[in-house]
Antibody
Framework: EVQLVESGGGLVQPGGSLRLSCTAS????????MNWVRQAPGKGLECVSY????????YYADSVKGRFTISRDNAKNSLYLQMNSLRAEDTAVYYC???????????????????WGKGTTVTVSS | DIVMNQSPDSLVVSLGERATINCRTS????????????LAWYQQKPGHPPKLLIYWASTRESGVPDRFSGSGSGTDFTLTINSLQAEDVAVYYCQQYYDTPCSFGQGTKLEIK
């Protein structure tokens, strides 16, 4: 079964850090680009970050640029999101999602997302 | 960045009737070299992650019932749900993948009358 399982969420104080993980199974992880998408309570979806298959391509939303770092370990079938300098507005459910885009040479192109995890909740509050 | 705007914000439709949701992008998402519109539609039920319904504006994902269809080109797109079923109650989102970072519409909440 194709599956993504997020972990690492929790309650953190403003200014703090958290590292989210996403473990993939049921498919060849190193052949897919991956995304982090978040959803604030009662709100819509926001593309947070994207990484290509070999980590040569990475994108960030302006709202997290300079504070969040996406990475992956293909040997461990895992995707990560290091979140620093957290703010109240980062409070959300964070989903990892498989991307059906492709890579050409060292550049990867994000498309639509066909497999989603159940999400992990991050709450930033004092 | 490409801004997405969906209409209406909410919709109430009777069982068996048709629901129509619109999505407008701030710039064209049609890539001329391959004539493809870089737009997808998702369904999200309460307490669940989004589910991919449609990509390339009109291609149905495997396993999605054929009562779901997508249309449109350039900047204006429509998701149509024919013969509405009770299980179609959800929030629907459009997403562009023409530009990075990707972006979603604000969502349309569909309810049954």
């Amino acid at each position: 079964e194709v599956q993504l399982v997020e972990s690492g969420g929790g309650l953190v104080q403003p200014g703090g850090s958290l590292r989210l993980s996403c473990t993939a199974s049921g498919f060849t992880f190193n052949t897919y680009n991956m995304n982090w998408v978040r959803q604030a309570p009662g709100k819509g979806l926001e593309c947070v970050s994207y990484i290509g298959t070999s980590s040569s391509t990475m994108y960030y939303a302006d709202s997290v640029k300079g504070r969040f770092t996406i990475s992956r370990d293909n040997a461990k079938n895992s995707l990560y999101l290091q979140m620093n300098s957290l703010r109240a507005e980062d409070t959300a459910v964070y989903y990892c999602a498989r991307d059906r885009g492709y890579c050409r040479s060292t550049t990867c192109y994000g498309y639509y997302m066909d497999v989603w995890g159940k999400g992990t909740t991050v709450t930033v509050s004092s | 960045d490409i801004v997405m705007n969906q209409s209406p914000d909410s919709l109430v439709v009777s069982l068996g009737e048709r629901a129509t949701i619109n999505c407008r992008t701030s710039q064209s998402v049609l890539y001329s070299p391959n004539s493809k519109n870089y737009l997808a539609w998702y369904q999200q039920k309460p307490g669940h992650p989004p589910k991919l319904l449609i990509y390339w504006a009109s291609t149905r994902e495997s396993g999605v019932p054929d009562r779901f269809s997508g249309s449109g080109s350039g900047t204006d797109f429509t998701l149509t749900i024919n013969s509405l079923q009770a299980e179609d109650v959800a929030v629907y989102y459009c997403q562009q993948y023409y530009d990075t970072p990707c972006s979603f519409g604000q969502g349309t909440k569909l309810e049954i009358k």
